[in-house]
Each structure stands twice: as C-alpha cells, then as structure tokens.
C-alpha cells in the first residue's frame, strides 16, 4: 500500500516532466509547422501583422546571460574560497546564511528595485561613466535616457546568479581534503598558491558544474528581465539599449496575447526555453557528476 | 648515494623573514585574500541595499488598513487584502498537493528504489528542478487554463510543481540521516517494511522533512512568472475559492505595479514588497535554523 | 651507510606483567659520523663540532584550554635523524607540526616557549611561515599527491620559487634522491594516483626535497604503508641524512631504533627523556621509557 503510493508519487514526477515537455510542444506545434527552426533566426516579432521571430530574444537572452555569468562566476567562487578558507569560523556561520538569503529574495521584488532604484542609478552614473572609458567599444555604446536595458538585465541576473555559484562552490572547496592543503602548504606555497594550485584543480568540474547552473538559472529568469531590460523588438550593439530574452517575452506577452499564432509562437519561445534550461541542467549533472551539484541548490 | 652537491640557493642560517620573490608571491596571495573578501563583501552589500530599500520604502505604506482593506480604483490609499488572502489560498493548496507527492517520492528513494530506477527518478527531479518557471506556467496554462479560465487551483499546481524538487530533495537528505540500525531493528522484529517506514523511519525524520518543505514553500511564495500565466485575472475584493477563478497574488500585485507608472502603485508595490519579503525572509531563516538542528538531532 | 643490526639482543631488563610481549629492538650503532663524533656509552659527547638547526626551548602548546605539549626543551642537530617516539596523543605530532608552523590555523593554537630555528625564533616578529616551510619541509602520515601527474607533483614547488630555470634537471634528481627514478621514470606524465601507497609517499618526499629545503620532517611516514615499503623509505631516510637534517616521528620504537641517531619520548605531551638512541634502547633513565620501550603500554 505505502509501496505502492510511492511509486504512484515517482511515477507521477516523472509524468510531470514528460507532461510538460509534451504540453509546451503541443502548443507550439503550429508556429513550428509554420516556421520551423528559421523561427531561431528570424529577428522581427511583430504580432499584430503575424510575423514571429525568435532571433532578438535569443540573443538578448544569451547575451544577458553571459554578461550575468562573466561576473557571477568570479564573483561566487571568490565568496566560496571565502567562505570555506578564508572567513574565521564565526564570522562564516554569519555570512553564510546572508549569501545563501540573498537567493532568497524574489525575482519580483529584485526586479521592482531594479528598475526603480538600480537602473536610474546606472543611467546616471555607471553607464556614462563605462561610455566614456571604454566607449571606444560599441557595447558599451552612448547613454540612452532610460535605465531600462540589457545591461541592468545583466546586472539583476548576476546578483541572482552569484549566490548560487558561491554556495556550490563553498561546498565544493570543503570537500577537499585538508591533507592535500596541507602538503601545499609544507611545501612553502602561499594560501593563493595552495588555492590555485590544489584547491580548484580539485574541483574544477564541480565549479564548472556550479557555473553551468548558475547560467540556467539567467537563461531562464523571467520576471526581473521583464521589468528591467525595457521591452525592445530591435538588435543593439549597445548593452545600454534595451532588449528583450525569451522568457521575458513570454512573460511579457502571454497574458495578453492577440492570436492563435501569437500564442503558438510563445509557446514556441518556451520550448526553446526547456531545451536550454534542460541542455544546461544536464550538462551540470554531467560535467559534475563527481559531485552533488544540486545539493546547495536544493537546500 | 653521496653526493655532496646539492645546491644550497638559500643561506640556512639566513633569518626566516620573505627571501626571493616570496615578497612578490606573498603581495598576490594577499591581493587574491582581499579579493575573494571583497567579494563576499559586495554580497552582502547588495543584500543590504535591497533589503533597506524594501524596508524603507515599503514601511511608509505598512499600515493595519494596508493588510486588511482592498486596493482602490484608482489613486493612492487603500491595502492589498485580496492578494494577501489570495497568496495564502495557492501557496497553501500548492503545498498540500507538492508536500505528500515530494515525501512519498523522497521515501521512494531511500527506502524501496533500487538501481537504475532509483537514478532514473533522480535525475528528474533534479532536470525538474532546472525547468524555467515560466515554462511551468506555460505548461500549466496549456494543461489547465486553456479553453478553460484561469484559477488559483493552477497556480497552486504551477507552484506545486516548482516544490516537488524541492521537498522531495530536502526529505530525501533527512531520510538518509536516519540511522540505518533503526531500520535494521524495525527488519530484525519481522516487521513489514511498510510498517517500519510509518512507525520508524518517518517519525525520526518528520522534523526535518517539514521543515524542508517550509523551505519549499518560503521559495514558491515569491515565484511569479507561473502566477502571471495563469492567476493575474481575477475579480475585486477578497476571494477564497481557488476554483472559480484567478486570484488575486503579491508577486503578481508586485509586477503589474512595475509595468505602470502610477506612483501610488509604487507605495503599494513597495508595502506588498515588504509584507512578501519579511514572510519569506523569516520564514526561510527559521527553517534553515531548525533544519540545522534537526540534521544535528539525527547525526548525533 | 650501512647499519648493523643485532637483532638478537633481548633488552628485556625487568620481569614482565603478562599481557606485554618482550620486544626485540634493533639499533641502529654504526653512524659512520664525521670525524670527532662517537655515539655510545665511552663518554664524548656525540654531537662535538655538530650545528644546532633546532633549539627548542621551553617549549608549551596549547588548544584552547587542552594542553597538549607541556615544557619541551632539546637540540636537534644537522645532519642526523631526530626520532620522537610516545603512545598515540603524546603530543609528538602536535610537536612536529609546530616545527614549521603547520598548526597555525588549526583553532585555539597557543605556544609559549621558543623554537630557534638556527638561532631565529620560528614564531618570532616578522618571521613569514612561508619561508619558514620552505626551508623545513614535511612529509606527513598518509601519502597526499596532488591530483597531477608525478612530475608536476615534483616541479611544483619549484615552480612556485620560480626556479624555472633546469627544472627537468631539478625534478629528476629529486626523484632519483627519493629513490622512486626507475620506477617512474618511463610515465612521468601519468597521474601521481596511479602509483602504489609506498610509491606515493616516496614521491611527497621527492615533492619535498624539490623545494630544496635543509630540514624533512617526517610524521609518521610508513604508519600507512605495507613491510616493504616502510623498509624501503627506512632506507630512503639513512641515505638523505647525507644532506638534510631529518625528524620523524613514528609510534614504531623499532623504527625509532633503527633510522635515528637521537630519539626523544613524549609522554602526556611532556618530554620524559631525550637521549642518543642507543643509549635510549639499552639504558633509559626514566622508568616510563623503561616502561614504554619494553612494550608496558603504547
């Protein structure tokens, strides 16, 4: 009896996923009929003339995402080596919690600040101040007169991101041995040496790991994109104009949409969502299968 | 094997401050120290400054008429009741459907599953785990809403969904804390092991696993892209039935508030912010409190 | 070097109780010193001429409120075998460790007391343990390779000193001191974790010694390791004596007996005695010595 309600549970998480996938392309069955993969590519979306394209998106999403994962990386293994090396004991059982909070906070509210108080600070400072050093490169490209933008989307995501990575990598740092630090250490190797030399070696497929979920986790954000990046339908060199992602356009567009084929073409947008949100989950399980990856994750 | 000619680069009897370019590789060692410090610095700077913003923008609309009283038209004034009440109602259905299907799957896996099964439902919990939420929501609204309305009872499923992994990863780590020389003394009385896993197994490990899914729910509360799909039409007022219709929600009350530049939106927005932050923030502390004590409880 | 062994001298002074078993030690006499050095019982003193690499003086070392060396003073000497024999949680390792302030970050450490390191203060103003653990390297209890290949095992030490310059020179003859060339030197680029337990542990010597360091201190090295291999490092150690100034450690008293010139026992984190192994094994002062060499209780 108990037997069996647990493999009904089982069986039903496993129904679950097969469900969605089978929802999402059902009901992007038609746009895919129509367009096919040249929906990938195709960068005008304008539903009220029919035409969809995801091309924009994909690009506003990638882009977004690597900006995030470029400086959540760094960032989070830096706070695990932190965390798990370097913070004395007290201090660790304080600032460890505050991180792993920090992913706590919902999208929603990370994004309400974002574009009420985070964008306008940026277009007014940062964003001037990056044109003018580094204008010389088109994506850091001439101030608009908003805040909202693919930068900010960046920034919002990295701050999403960072705990995540910093999190599995703080786990990850103390799985290694002491023994191997140690002999590090006997050997007249600096803490920096030690760190670079045996620390992420050791796990480097489990902070690539780390990584792979952080950059699903930006890939796939919906809502804070939604209220910060600003909407736009066109391609910018700039990362100081707006664009737009996929998941944020279905957030955006889903709960108004025009047509059978405005809707077809959004579920479209989530189908290409799943496979990359399942490509880089179990690319993460795979490059980290020496390890329990989605153990921080989970807690 | 005596050769005597071993190079001697160092002076044994030199002092033992910085020689060669230990200085240099010293400096490095403390600028990456710095680094990584900062680092950690930076994190909870950020949480900081969002935490005061929430706090002292959304306290100025905090007001016992702010929890009780429905939004007005149009204008400032007036409270967030409905979405509140509304929150609570598909949080709470969300995690009666989410809880038992998560537990039972977790004592799936650690008392019965076996080999490549056991892996099998691993791995989809963990890739569920790693769906988009706004793919959930546009399942949900594929498999619930469509041809049909919206209603609170899918956004409890949409959410449910979201903390399935979660509850059932949580539970899982609890249970495999239960010494196994319980379950060996439940097996050696010829007990049945549905029996021991009711009367033995689960007890020990309720603790945790509640607080696990207090976890799950403190995560789902905040998820708005699935609400948004298919909670975000709904009647005025206080409404309490899931099924009738969509209702009303806090993070769905949050975002519509950023879409439009009403500035007494905003006050609202910012006090909605503040009610949903405090629940999640408390409640998730609370129970990563009490989890660590459990897990102690059952690792001693 | 050679050593002679006797082994059927019975040091067995006393009556025993009858749970110990009489044990047979073997000691390492002949030390084919450097003229003017003579160890044994005829009345020199075995280290005339000899340089004091450590001076430990007064030595205390707690954690936090538990002490656990207590009062410690003796010389260590360049160029000879240094044992520290004692039951297990005699404070011998912590002892070891703080040699080259391996315990630094280990909570609530404390010292009081001083170790002179060629007359420098090992914890003294402006000392950096770096340095410190350069010049005095350590070879611990169970093997710890990298997760590299054997030779960049070896060469990263040197790498990290920037002796980049003959590097494959450096680490070959590393290699070869530690005895472990012709095993490895046909897969040098094959991981350090493909080779046996006693292979390892001669590899964090060659690793060690690639730093170029005066002083190898040896915590328990064979206490993981099959008959063959200790006997193989046992014979390791005698021939590095030539150019480094060793200490081990080792819970082993024939070990003790066999490799080292002087041998101190720790007892409850206190030196009970410190003497020239030979006339430890054959004519302690203290009767815990007495006790423990005779197999009593450890």
């Known amino acids: 009896m108990l037997y069996g309600l647990c493999v009904l549970a089982a069986l039903l998480a496993v129904a679950t996923i097969v469900e969605i996938a089978y929802q999402v392309f059902h009901g992007a069955r038609p746009a895919i009929d129509k367009s096919g993969l040249g929906f990938l590519g195709h960068t005008t979306w304008k539903p009220n003339d029919g035409i969809f ?41 304080i600032v460890s919690p505050l991180v792993e909070l920090l992913a706590a906070i919902p999208s929603v509210i990370l994004g309400f600040w974002g574009i009420l108080i985070l964008a306008p600070w940026l277009n007014k400072h940062a964003e001037p101040a990056l044109h003018k050093v580094l204008g010389f490169l088109p994506i850091f490209g001439p101030v608009p007169t908003t805040g909202a933008s693919i930068f900010t989307a960046g920034l919002i995501l990295t701050i999403m991101v960072v705990p995540i990575v910093a999190s599995i990598s703080r786990d990850l740092f103390l799985t290694v041995p002491s023994e191997l630090q140690d002999g590090a250490l006997a050997l007249g190797a600096t803490r920096w040496e030690t760190v670079r030399g045996v620390v992420l070696p050791s796990t480097a497929s489990g902070v690539a790991a780390a990584c792979c979920l952080g950059l699903g986790r930006a890939l796939g954000e919906a809502i804070a994109v939604a209220q910060v990046i600003g909407a736009g339908n066109q391609i910018h060199k700039s990362l100081f104009e707006t664009g737009d992602t996929l998941a944020s356009r279905v957030a955006l567009q889903f709960p108004g949409a025009l047509s059978k084929e405005h809707f077809a073409a959004l579920f479209y947008l989530a189908a290409i969502l799943l496979v990359i949100g399942l490509v880089t989950n179990l690319l993460a399980q795979w490059i ?12 | 094997m005596t050769d005597m000619t071993t190079e001697t680069l160092f002076d044994p009897t030199a002092p033992l401050t910085a020689s060669g370019n230990l200085r240099r590789r010293q400096l490095v060692s403390g600028l990456a120290e710095s680094a990584a410090t900062g680092a950690a610095l930076l994190a909870i700077t950020v949480l900081g400054i969002v935490i005061y913003a929430v706090i002292a923008r959304g306290a100025a609309a905090l007001s016992w008429d702010f929890l009780t009283k429905n939004p007005p038209a149009f204008g400032s004034g007036g409270g967030i009741a ?17 809880a038992p299907v998560g537990i039972l799957t977790a004592l799936y896996l650690t008392e019965f599953a076996r080999g490549r099964i056991g892996n099998l439902i691993r791995l989809t919990m963990d890739v569920l785990n790693g769906v988009p939420s706004i793919v ?20 409890a499923v949409a959410l449910a969904i979201i903390m399935l992994p979660l509850v059932a990863r949580s539970a899982q780590e609890v249970l495999l804390l239960v010494p196994g020389s319980l379950r060996e003394a439940a097996d050696a009385l010829g007990v049945a092991r549905w029996r ?41 007022g206080v409404h309490t039935n899931p099924f009738s219709s969509g209702l009303a929600n806090i993070p769905v009350y949050i975002f ?23 629940f999640i923030l408390i409640t998730s502390l609370g129970a990563r409190a009490l989890l660590a004590r459990s897990r102690r409880k059952l690792t001693r | 070097m050679t050593f002679d062994e006797f082994s059927g001298e019975d040091l067995e002074p006393q009556p025993l109780p009858e749970q110990a078993a009489p044990r047979r030690v073997r000691i390492k006499t002949d030390l084919g010193p450097p003229p003017g050095i003579r160890l044994g019982t005829n009345g020199k003193s075995p280290t005339t001429g000899r340089d004091v690499v450590f001076d430990v003086r007064d030595l205390s070392i707690s954690y936090g409120p538990k002490t656990a060396v207590a009062n410690v003073s003796f010389k260590i000497y360049r160029n000879l075998i240094t044992a520290i024999i004692g039951p297990s949680g005699c404070g011998k390792t912590t002892f070891i460790r703080s040699l080259n302030r391996m315990n630094d970050s280990v909570p609530g450490f404390g010292i009081n007391g001083e170790i002179l390191y060629h007359g420098h203060n090992v914890y003294g103003g402006g000392v950096d343990r770096v340095e410190v653990r350069r010049r005095i390297g350590m070879v611990f209890q169970k093997p710890n390779p990298f997760p590299k290949s054997i030779y960049d095992n070896v060469a990263w030490a040197p790498r990290n000193l920037g002796m980049r310059k003959g590097l494959d020179e450096r680490v070959e003859k590393a290699i070869r001191q530690a005895a472990l060339w012709d095993e490895v030197k046909d897969r040098l680029k094959s991981s350090a974790l493909s080779l046996s337990g006693g292979q390892q542990q001669r590899l964090c010597i060659a690793r060690a010694l690639a730093a170029n360091p005066e002083v190898l201190l040896l915590d ?3 206490s993981a390791l099959d008959p063959i291999s200790t006997a193989k490092i046992e014979e390791l150690i005698d021939e590095l004596t030539d150019d480094y100034t060793i200490v081990i450690v080792t819970h082993n008293m024939q070990q003790a007996a066999r490799v080292s010139e002087f041998t101190a026992f720790m007892y409850l984190g206190e030196l009970v005695e410190f003497d020239s192994t030979s006339k430890m094994f054959t004519a302690p002062h203290d009767q815990r010595t007495q006790d423990y060499i005779t197999g009593r209780f450890g």
């Open chain 2, 136 to 155: 959930i929501g546009v399942f949900v609204f594929g498999l619930l809403v469509r041809g049909h309305h919206q209603s609170g009872f899918a956004a």
């Open chain 2, 82 to 98: 409905p979405a509140i009440v509304g929150t609570a109602v598909i949080v709470g259905l969300g995690t009666l459907i989410a």
């Open chain 3, 220 to 222: 328990e090295p064979c």
């Open chain 1, 288 to 299: 980290g299968r020496r390890f329990d990856v989605q153990r921080a994750v989970a807690r």
């Open chain 2, 256 to 278: 519509n508030a950023s879409e439009q530049a009403d500035p007494g939106g905003f006050t609202r927005a910012w006090g909605a912010a503040l009610v949903l932050m405090a």
């Open chain 2, 196 to 236: 021991s896993v009711l009367g033995v197994i689960l007890p020990s490990a309720m603790g945790g696993i509640l607080t696990g899914t207090v976890l799950a729910v403190a995560r789902a509360a905040g998820e708005t892209a699935p609400l948004l799909l298919v909670s975000s039409i709904y009647p005025n």
């Open chain 1, 53 to 93: 394209g995801a091309g924009t998106f994909l690009l506003g999403t990638v882009v977004s995402s690597a900006m995030a994962l470029a400086l959540a990386a760094p960032i989070g293994i830096s706070i695990g080596l932190y965390l798990s090396l370097l913070a004395p004991k007290g201090l660790r059982g």
